[in-house]
């Protein structure tokens, strides 16, 4: 399994702009979709976006459509999720995860996921 580390979270006021980074060790990330999930208290792991392997297909919830931004560089093994016009429901611990697969569906489930790192707290004030 690859091993996930997750960075750039922090607090932020509403309308700003974070950018988290996920970054890889043990393996190459370049065979695997990359997705990102949030995590409010007391509730499950919800989907905000993936990427595939290669970086040519993206998907992302409805909730940050037009918001957020994944992207990835292969040569540096880490995937990077831009988040943009922030609001403070956007507050949750932020994970990322790899799919060996490599592809990205339009119904992402948690299951379909090998491997997570340990989050990320983003934190929002109105």
């Known amino acids: 399994q690859v091993q996930l580390v997750e960075s750039g979270g922090g607090l932020v006021q509403a309308g700003g702009s974070l950018r988290l980074s996920c970054a890889a060790s043990?393996?190459?990330?370049?065979?695997?979709?990359i997705a990102w999930f949030r995590q409010y208290p007391g509730k499950e792991r919800v989907f905000a976006a993936s990427i595939n392997w290669s970086g040519s297909s993206t998907y992302y919830a409805d909730s940050v459509k037009g918001r957020f931004t994944i992207s990835r560089d292969n040569a540096k093994n880490t995937v990077y999720l831009q988040m943009n016009s922030l609001k403070p429901e956007d507050t949750a611990l932020y994970y990322c995860?790899?799919?060996?697969?490599?592809?990205?569906?339009?119904?992402?489930?948690?299951?379909?996921?090998?491997?997570w790192g340990q989050g990320t707290q983003v934190t929002v004030s109105s």
């Open positions: 995860a790899a799919d060996q697969k490599g592809v990205i569906t339009t119904t992402p489930e948690i299951i379909d996921f090998d491997s």
């Open positions: 043990g393996r190459t990330l370049s065979s695997y979709a």
